[in-house]
């Protein structure tokens, strides 16, 4: 059974896997930067960011002194799964956690910018759901930082035929990473979401932050468009930190959804080079795997 202390235990662990381990698929990814790399500043930068995810994971000590707010993606399937419980659940372990990993409090009132004192708040922690044929439910901790947060980026532009639409978004996504330059810690990793309502294009670029850096988009279409923008923002010279270098991102991902006929809206969120996520399974019966 489902219950909300077992929430809580989970929302501990997968908070403390997420904010001291970076996933395989990051680490591979930063160190194939780091060989591949030319520029000596960026090789010693790239260097310096394996090193701390190794004293991470020895120590059990966050990545990053900014731990990011607490963000959640859950996706709901059958059995006796409660809502109420699921909140609760992991608003106390956010909290708990909080106080033992340790966390820095992050989450303000954005006005009088009071309050920190344990990551929870007014609709935070905040829970991204979705429903699918799965049995139990699925919990990804998405501790998100501020300084790729802040660089995030909107727009809705003019329908085009396709060619022109996609090098309008492919310069929408340049001028954005220009313009956050060294700011998001790169290398890093781009979501791009495209289409939907406003709201839905700036969510479906964090759902692309989520998907491992070696898989592409299963349309080929989109694949190719992901590729070829990686190739661009790495032929910036941004480089690792902003100080130059061949590893600008780590990759790009894109989702889309459809829209309205006379809008394409485009949104655009980073990721820092410490990539946190870890996420677990809890099944119907109470069972919990850790993936």
């Known amino acids: 059974m489902i219950t909300k202390e077992l929430i809580k235990d989970v929302t501990i662990t997968i908070l403390r896997r997420a904010e001291t381990a970076l996933p395989g698929d990051v680490k591979e990814a930063l160190a194939h930067a780091y060989e591949c790399e030319e520029n000596e500043i960026a090789k010693v930068q790239l260097k310096a960011m394996l090193d701390n995810v ?26 006796n799964v409660n809502l109420n419980e699921i909140e609760s659940g992991v608003r106390e372990g956010v909290k708990e956690a909080t106080r033992i990993i340790p966390l820095r409090p992050n989450v303000v009132n954005p006005i009088t910018r009071k309050g920190g004192e344990a990551n929870i708040g007014n609709r935070m922690p905040h829970i991204n759901y979705k429903i699918a044929d799965i049995d139990g439910l699925e919990i990804t901790a998405f501790p998100k930082g501020g300084g790729s947060e802040n660089v995030s980026a909107f727009t809705i532009l003019s329908p085009k035929p396709e060619e022109e639409a996609v090098k309008e978004i492919t310069n929408f996504v340049l001028d954005a990473v220009l313009r956050a330059a060294g700011k998001p810690c790169p290398p890093t990793i781009i979501g791009v979401g495209i289409g939907g309502s406003a709201d839905m294009a700036m969510s479906l670029s964090k759902v692309a932050l989520i998907r491992p850096v070696s898989m592409r988009h299963k349309d080929a279409r989109i694949a190719r468009i992901e590729a070829e923008l990686l190739d661009a923002v790495n032929n910036t010279g941004i480089g690792p930190m902003g100080l130059g270098g061949k590893a600008t991102a780590l990759c790009v991902h894109i989702e889309t959804a459809d829209t309205h006929i006379t809008s394409l809206p485009v949104a655009i969120n980073f990721q820092c080079w410490a990539a946190r996520k870890a996420s677990a399974k809890i099944y119907s019966n109470g069972e919990v795997e850790y993936v």
Do not use: H, Y
């Not at 991470?56 to 607490?70: F, K, N, V």
């Open 54 to 79: 190794k004293l991470a994971e020895e120590m059990q000590r966050p990545l990053c002194q900014d731990t990011g707010i607490p963000l959640f993606f859950v996706t709901l399937g059958s059995g």
